[in-house]
């Protein structure tokens, strides 16, 4: 397999090092594939990628030859280096940060803080079934993280708020494994954001086409049925569409306040049906004696969250399955 080099962007070649590597290492990978399906067992990606990095010196020092020529846009060519990373703590915070804010929004969840919470507390982790394979993108020359993506080795659907249960069980039907599968998305937060991240640059076009590439190339590669971004913009759907990922639209309700000032502004825009069930509604607990009070910031003490986590413990009890771990919430 010949290295991949994606179009010139801003009189830059963008070439990405692994190419080489993985053409070198398909039929190790292939009896890897087989032996896991075999004995069910999960390998970390990282474990398997950096030895075909490691493997294929030969063929970087001939890529980064290459990369000397002068390119069809008489630019400077850049050569990307992906590696996995099982823990989002082996990236430094600050260079993560750069490329979740790339797009100029400021996304708390996509923000390293918050994934590292995650994985410190044991909610994201293998034995909750998630096991973190972020993707990374560097400059070769500089080490220079140049985009990120939020990544999971999974072996169940539970806590992405996007339901695959009929996938999963058509494979069954067929015979075929489902689980364990890729996905690039926030554990247990169904809110809308990049999931390719790009630091801003003149390569950053060409960046996002490299990792959608890369992502593709790492989910032929590894025993896994699929790979699914969920919960990502428009935008993003749209340029993932282009490099031949198939594209599912679903539902998702978002309450707007139209111009309400009071309670009883948004009432009146109701029919009348509903009003008297919300309003009837808000009577039955004034009349258990019950009070509604909103906590915010350091007000929220330890028993509170507690609280908080045992309700969502009997939600989800049915499930039979713990999705978040207590240690999650911070004291």
Known sequence: MQPAVLPPCASAQISLIWGSAIGKSRLRRSRLRAASQRTGSLRPLSLVLCRCIAESTGALQEQQELSQQPSAAAGTQIVLRLQVATSISEVKQSAWDACATGSGEMNPFLLWSFLNALEESGSAVKRQGWMPQHVLLYDDTTSELMG????????????????????????????????????????????????LLVKPGPNATAVTKALAKGLLELTDQFPVSSLHLTFNTAEE????????????????????????????????????????????????????GLTVRKLTGDDIKPHHWEAFYQGYINTTGAWECCMVDTAAFPT
Do not use: M
């Open 237 to 288: 759907s749209n340029a993932l569409a282009e490099v031949g990922y198939l594209q599912r639209s679903g539902i998702q309700y978002h309450w707007e306040n139209r111009g309400y000032t009071t309670f009883e502004d948004f009432l009146a825009d109701l029919k009348q049906s509903k009003r008297k069930n919300i309003r009837q509604e808000r009577k039955s607990v004034a009349s258990a």
């Open 148 to 195: 990120c993506v939020p990544l999971y080795l999974k072996t169940h659907s539970y806590g992405e708020y996007v339901f695959d249960h009929s996938w999963a069980s058509t494979h069954t039907r067929c015979g075929l494994p489902y689980y364990p599968k890729l996905q690039s998305c926030v554990p247990f937060t169904p809110v809308t954001g990049n999931r």
